[in-house]
């Protein structure tokens, strides 16, 4: 389990306190992984395997057929072992790994409703644990309003803090420093009817 059922109420409601001092959206997004990497494992069981029957032929009078049933079963074996989701993540490059990461941040940010603002401000925060990656993805509106840096050093802050397994608290502070970013530009509406949809996802 990601979070405790107590944790995912805390930043819940952490979120919908950010927001009610905003006319802007926020919305987190906690992901496992954001990608299977399913690819890697097969790429290399094969390299593996293609490599099996050179030194069997040297070095062994082993016939075609069982040097064919030897390749086969390095190339199964080798890929059960390597499919296993920790070895899956290292052998996929680091460039990879934050491609896909970056992929899906946007894909949520358009999943979960943050572009539905009229004054374009809406923004999500994206985390997955699998890839150590965090971003904050803003609209239009909020990507002007507020400076790169300063949502860059609210990600700074989010992955520190994530460090020490403190992640419940990590996803509080980042929503609050994003309400307080959105309330200095987009204040609260007069009478806007209060959004009730989940603001907070775990994948």
């Not at 006319?23 to 992901?31: E, P, R, T």
């Not at 894909?107 to 809406?122: D, I, K, Y």
Request: aromatic fraction near 6%; charged fraction near 20%; include cysteine.
């Amino acid at each position: 389990m990601v979070l405790a059922h107590e944790e995912a109420v805390r930043i819940e409601a952490a979120l919908r306190a950010a927001q009610a001092r905003s006319s802007g959206q926020i919305v987190c997004v906690l992901a496992r992984a954001s990608a299977h990497y399913e690819i890697m494992p097969l790429i290399w069981s094969a390299l593996i395997a293609l490599a099996t029957p050179l030194p069997l032929l040297f070095f062994t009078e082993l016939s075609a057929e069982r040097i064919f049933i030897a390749q086969l079963a390095i190339f199964l074996v080798t890929l059960a072992v390597l499919s296993l989701p920790s070895l899956r993540l290292l052998l996929t490059p680091r460039s990879v790994r934050r491609a896909n990461a970056h992929r899906a941040a946007l894909e949520q940010f358009v999943l979960r409703g943050a572009t539905h603002c009229a004054e374009r401000n809406g923004i999500l925060i994206y985390v997955s644990l699998a890839e150590r990656y965090a971003r904050i993805v803003a609209d239009d509106g909020a990507a002007k309003a507020i400076d790169q840096s300063q949502w860059r050093a609210i990600v700074d802050k989010l992955t520190n803090a994530m460090k020490t397994g403190a992640t419940g608290d990590a996803l509080i502070g980042a929503a609050t420093h994003c309400g307080d970013l959105l309330a200095r530009h987009f204040p609260p509406h007069e009478g806007r009817a209060a959004q009730v949809f989940q603001r907070f996802h775990v994948l």
